[in-house]
């Protein structure tokens, strides 16, 4: 942050300040106590579990110099304490006026599957020609968006911003608090379909990413291969720019060849041509990406052939689909998150690695999925049957329905130990496994001990 004290605090939340100098620069802007830096400001949320009001002593003495509250009506000393009703709102309100103050061009992602890869991919394609601001991992919540947002530096050229949902009016509000010029949906999924019902509900709110754009010329860049979206883009107010593999998009991928861990392809560009890309990740949604990511490029003016050069060296995101070799046994970690579509993703990932050994699945629980759970499970069984996997380990409570819709053995257990140890036990050099299981599974906690414990 940049120029910023706190009497714009005040201007942006239109608060009250109990106490303190209203021209005190704030630095940083930060919801953690025990992460804070000099010169922050701290804003205590209030949560389910724990109202962060009671940090705020904690906060100042590790360096906050100003504060948010909402429950404290009468204060004396130097600290500024402003007054709002509602600190999350106040939050939000700051990352909006702070947002309009730096002047760059800004995408947003949003989508149920990819939003985090996607927003990576995209920024590693501007790279070759911008200084390129992006989301820190995927903080794409009512609070991480406006978090993010007051990350930016006027040094920043241009912005991808991922923005998430999980119920009804979280996209609409996040719309009011960025300025976009582009919009990437990168499909439709089941993902907390607990909360909104269907697809064509998660639809309808995603669309609402649309309400950010304010560029005359904005476009909505959306996957063309997603049947839902196909079913809803005339809702769309905005110029449309497809990506597939499908050849009726603007921007589609043909000669699909994995080779030595990545995947050689030609993007196709209608009505303008074909290139020759490689990237050294695999999976076709990959290719996806990098499609619109070489699409969102070329709308900001930078050649096609230095995008595909930019993301020739992307690697990967953490906990999604990173490949690490561990004494001669391929750990393919991709435990960040799940849902049916990045299931099937992750599975084609593991049958397309080149390994001399076995191919092992150990896939976890899928969560909020709501009333259609065990068939939502039962359809990647069903997806595996027909691949080749070699060894199916399943954890959690649902899991059992992947076992039933893939009709072949497999293990089932009931704590991450048992599997630790079963593993240990059972790899052999020139395995390839898959790690995939919701956040809360925490299937990330076996990657690690194998990492540390498998010695071949």
Known sequence: MQNFYVRDIVKATKGEVLCGDMNIPIENVSTDSNSIKENSLFVPIIGERVDAHTFIDSAIANGAVAVLTSEHDEMTGNVPYIRVSNTTMALQEIGKYYGKLMIMPKIGVTGSVGKTTTKEMIACALSAGYKVFKTSGNSNSQIGVPLTLLKMSPDDQIAVIEMGMSMRGEMSRLSELVELDDAVITNIGVSHIEQLKTRDGICEEKFHIQDAIHAKDGIVFINGDDSILNKHKSELRHRIITFGLGNDNDYFATNIKVKNGGVDFTVNIKNKGSYDARLNVLGEHNVRNALVAIAVAERHGIEVTEAIKALAGYEGVSMRQQITDVNGVT????????????????????????????????????LELGDKSADYHKEVGGYMAEKKIDELILFGTMAANIGDGFNGSYKLFKKREEINEYLLKTLKSGDAVLFKGSRGMKLNECVDFLKENYNG
């Open 331 to 366: 750990i393919i970690d991709d435990s960040y998150n799940a849902s049916p579509d990045s299931m099937k993703a992750g599975i084609d990932v593991l049958c397309d690695y080149n390994n001399n050994g076995r191919k092992i699945a150990v896939l976890a629980d899928m």
